[in-house]
């Protein structure tokens, strides 16, 4: 079984910046994709950004710029560097996991609220 855990969201001025962590813990051989993914109110849940192990990354059209993901693979953990913070991006923020010989798993959400 693996576990993910995040951390760093909380409530922000427009404008500002947050940092997620979320760290991998449990049997993990390796991890292939890791990704941050949100959910609204009233909205579904939609990817932010994605990272392979290779460090290829994607982004969702309205982060690009803006927010940055990274991950250290010696750690198990990827990040997510928020900067120029809008109302909009007020949503609970899911990390995601694919682990080798294992399967996807998802952390429990950690909510992001940007104030205007």
């Known amino acids: 079984q693996v576990q993910l855990v995040e951390s760093g969201g909380g409530l922000v001025q427009a404008g500002g910046s947050l940092r997620l962590s979320c760290a991998a813990s449990?049997?993990?051989?390796?991890?292939?994709?890791m990704g941050w993914y949100r959910r609204a109110p009233g909205k579904q849940r939609e990817l932010v950004a994605g990272?392979?192990?290779?460090?290829?990354?994607n982004y969702a059209d309205f982060v690009k710029g803006r927010f940055t993901i990274s991950r250290v693979n010696a750690k198990n953990t990827v990040y997510l560097h928020m900067n120029s913070l809008k109302p909009e991006d007020t949503a609970v923020y899911y990390c995601h996991a694919d682990v080798a010989r294992s399967g996807r798993y998802w952390g429990q959400g950690t909510q992001v609220t940007v104030s205007s």
């Open positions: 449990g049997n993990i051989f390796s991890i292939n994709d």
């Open positions: 990272i392979t192990s290779g460090r290829y990354t």
